[in-house]
């Protein structure tokens, strides 16, 4: 069961501000809804900044009370709008970033997002003392120091349901099927589908396989009596691949058709377990805050809360299991 932190020690803060930021995932409305009527429970009042760092720059902050936060626990994206803030690399743009935060009277931020938008949060705090916490919120789970992210388990159910779907197509025509799903440079969301939806092979970035090697799986699925195969393939940093991988499937005598799920797996509805989690990091980011800790994410390590350090997450590379990938193989073999 997964606990908020006790904390002892409360800072006094009258206001904090919470923005997300990099690629929505579902699960985030959940978060805002914790870090607002957590905050606002403890005494203290919440500004929500939309359109991520852009908005911020912007000055686009509205006061957020309990009932604005209603009715969103169950709704994928999120309701203060995201963005990929190129402008925020720049040490002046952070620098007016935390003018603006001190002008607006807010004393600590919450920041939801990915790898991205923790550096930029993390530079913001180092240069201009503005206490942040992050929450880690993406679909790929490609953070290091959590075992989990915000987004991730709705990502792969949504895939999953997809994967369900293409089966019944391929066993009726006999195809070959290869499934793209996202995950950028990381093959978390890759391996989880693979394994959840049964997938002859499963291709990722973190392990490379050759087109011979990919030919080989099909055709000892073949003479094992199969007449139909699910290729699952991470995305890798440029979408595509699966087309690629298709054209040289064919040219070695492997025709297969090619669906990429793509954004289909960022919207949605939250599962059951994305929002419980977004509703404790929530929570437990507002909770550190409010006790004086900063310039750290909270996650989760061996089903408990953890604060680590920026230092320790950003650009750190989270390590696929090559044990759950060994165990997809022999089990699809
Ligand atoms: O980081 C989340 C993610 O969905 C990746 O899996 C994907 O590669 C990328 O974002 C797509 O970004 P955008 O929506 O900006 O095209």
């Known amino acids: 069961m997964l606990k908020i932190p006790t904390i002892q020690a409360r800072k006094k803060y009258s206001s904090i501000g919470v923005l997300t930021s990099g690629g929505d995932a579902p699960g985030m409305n959940a978060a805002i809804r914790a870090v607002v009527r957590y905050a606002i429970v403890h005494g203290c009042q919440v500004h929500g900044i939309l359109r991520g760092y852009s908005g911020l720059l912007d000055e686009q902050m509205i006061p957020l009370e309990a009932t604005s936060v209603a009715n969103i626990i169950q709704r994928g994206g999120t309701l203060l709008k995201t963005d990929r803030c190129e402008a925020f690399f720049k040490k002046s743009t952070r620098k007016k970033a935390a003018e603006i935060l001190r002008k607006k009277g807010l004393e600590g931020l919450v920041v939801i997002g990915g790898d991205g938008s923790f550096t930029g949060a993390h530079l913001l705090e180092k240069e201009n003392d503005f206490p942040v916490i992050g929450v880690p919120g993406t679909i790929d789970n490609d953070i290091a120091q959590t075992d989990d992210t915000i987004g991730f388990d709705t990502?792969?159910?949504?895939?999953?349901?997809?994967?369900?779907?293409?089966?019944?197509?391929?066993?009726?025509?006999?195809?070959?099927?290869?499934?793209?799903?996202?995950?950028?440079?990381?093959?978390?969301?890759?391996?989880?589908?693979?394994?959840?939806?049964?997938?002859?092979?499963?291709?990722?970035?973190?392990?490379?396989?050759?087109?011979?090697?990919?030919?080989?799986?099909?055709?000892?699925?073949?003479?094992?009596?199969?007449?139909?195969?699910?290729?699952?393939?991470?995305?890798?940093?440029?979408?595509?691949?699966?087309?690629?991988?298709?054209?040289?499937?064919?040219?070695?005598?492997?025709?297969?058709?090619v669906c990429i799920l793509g954004h289909t797996q960022r919207g949605g509805t939250p599962t059951a377990h994305d929002r419980v989690l977004a509703s404790v990091l929530g929570a437990s980011a507002v909770a550190y805050l409010m006790a004086g800790k900063s310039s750290a994410m909270v996650g989760i390590q061996n089903s408990q809360v953890a604060l680590v350090p920026f230092s320790k997450v950003i650009g750190v590379k989270k390590q696929v299991s090559q044990d759950l990938l060994q165990l997809a193989q022999e089990l699809s073999s």
């Not at 049964?198 to 990722?204: C, H, M, Q, R, Y």
């Open 155 to 257: 990502a792969v159910s949504t895939a999953i349901e997809a994967i369900d779907r293409i089966r019944d197509t391929a066993s009726s025509h006999d195809r070959t099927f290869l499934v793209e799903v996202m995950g950028r440079s990381s093959g978390f969301i890759a391996l989880q589908v693979g394994m959840a939806g049964g997938a002859e092979t499963i291709i990722i970035p973190e392990r490379k396989q050759s087109i011979q090697n990919i030919c080989e799986t099909i055709d000892r699925g073949i003479r094992r009596g199969k007449t139909s195969s699910i290729i699952v393939v991470a995305e890798g940093q440029k979408p595509g691949l699966s087309a690629r991988l298709a054209q040289e499937l064919s040219q070695s005598g492997h025709p297969a058709k």
